[in-house]
T-cell receptor, first 116, second 114 residues
Framework: AQSVAQPEDQVNVAEGNPLTVKCTYS??????LFWYVQYPNRGLQFLLK??????LVKGSYGFEAEFNKSQTSFHLKKPSALVSDSALYFC??????????????FGSGTRLLVRP | NAGVTQTPKFQVLKTGQSMTLQCAQD?????MYWYRQDPGMGLRLIYY???????DKGEVPNGYNVSRLNKREFSLRLESAAPSQTSVYFC?????????????FGNGTRLTVT
């Protein structure tokens, strides 16, 4: 079965420090991977995606993610965290089953808390 | 641009009541989706519509029905609400035929069933 795991419910980091939010996946075939962010009382916003090519993907708000095929991971990173980065982050993978070309499978989410 | 618009923002129902959640997008997207978000469970797909005139079940379709009214609008109906349907509901749309374009989400409908 295809799945996405975000092993940490919450990540705490001090402002100015680097941050990492972890994601691992399990799919058959080549993965299409996404990161989304959700601020309070809002819908999810797209941050970045990996489809093919360079393993380091850059996205919005200074975020980047590293695709690692051997470890089946797609961790979200930022060199220097801001208090305004505090939000709920979701990793997602495209379901590659034959009859589900358009569906995304989401992880359970990781709450990022950046303290001043 | 408004993007994806959902109405209502909040709703309280009694068990057994029915209601329809409305969703409209102004981005000329082909595909539309309904997800529910529950604490610790991420987002789960209820129904989706790959194109106008088609709808398909997602991961958790029981207790729901959908209508793709036209290219812009995709509604979700609860015929007989149950407390287990208390959740936050998100509508999303996607442009382009491939699976690598991102979803655009509305701001959600917070539903409580008592």
């Amino acid at each position: 079965a295809q799945s996405v795991a975000q092993p940490e419910d919450q990540v705490n980091v001090a402002e100015g420090n680097p941050l990492t939010v972890k994601c691992t996946y399990s799919v058959s075939g080549n993965p299409y991977l996404f990161w989304y962010v959700q601020y309070p009382n809002r819908g999810l916003q797209f941050l970045l995606k990996y489809i093919t090519g360079d393993n380091l993907v850059k996205g919005s708000y200074g975020f980047e993610a590293e695709f690692n095929k051997s470890q089946t991971s797609f961790h979200l990173k930022k060199p220097s965290a801001l208090v305004s980065d505090s939000a709920l982050y979701f990793c997602a993978v495209r379901d590659t089953a034959r009859d589900s070309s358009y569906k995304l499978i989401f992880g359970s989410g990781t709450r990022l808390l950046v303290r001043p | 641009n408004a993007g994806v618009t959902q109405t209502p923002k909040f709703q309280v129902l009694k068990t057994g009541q029915s209601m329809t959640l409305q969703c409209a997008q102004d981005m000329n997207h082909n595909s539309m989706y309904w997800y529910r978000q529950d604490p610790g469970m991420g987002l789960r797909l209820i129904y989706y519509s790959a194109s106008e005139g088609t709808t398909d079940k997602g991961e958790v379709p029981n207790g729901y029905n959908v209508s793709r009214l036209n290219k812009r609008e995709f509604s979700l109906r609860l015929e007989s609400a149950a407390p287990s349907q208390t959740s936050v509901y998100f509508c999303a749309s996607r442009g382009g035929p491939s699976g690598n374009s991102p979803l655009h989400f509305g701001n959600g409908t917070r539903l409580t069933v008592t």
